[in-house]
């Protein structure tokens, strides 16, 4: 088991920025992938961001690219996800989710992650 904590959520201005962290406990793994997801209300859970246990490939959704950033520290098994220039639209519930033992080509779907942490909200108002 993998047990996920987010932290880092809250109420920032247009424009502002925002860091959050993801911490992983429990089972360790080596290879696999960490993701970024969100949800507004009424709308689908979608992949903001992920990122390979390696730290080498990354993927970002065409919505966030140039304005947000993944990256992982091992040592401390946690994962950030650095928003700037917030817009309203990127108000959503933030989920962090991994895929231990995932290979290839990084995953977007939602069913290719196992864990899931219980979610930050982020708010940006205009």
């Known amino acids: 088991q993998v047990q996920l904590v987010e932290s880092g959520g809250g109420l920032v201005q247009a424009g502002g920025s925002l860091r959050l962290s993801c911490a992983a406990s429990?089972?360790?793994?080596?290879?696999?992938?960490m993701g970024w997801f969100r949800q507004a209300p009424g709308k689908e859970r979608e992949v903001v961001a992920a990122i390979s246990w390696s730290g080498r490939s990354t993927i970002y959704a065409d919505s966030v690219k140039g304005r947000f950033t993944i990256s992982g520290d091992n040592a401390k098994k946690t994962v950030y996800l650095q928003m700037t220039s917030l817009k309203p639209e990127d108000t959503a519930v933030y989920y962090c989710a991994a895929a231990p033992g995932w290979v290839g080509v990084l995953p977007r779907a939602t069913y290719a992650y196992d864990y899931w942490g219980q979610g930050t909200q982020v708010t940006v108002s205009s």
């Open positions: 429990g089972r360790t793994f080596t290879t696999g992938a």
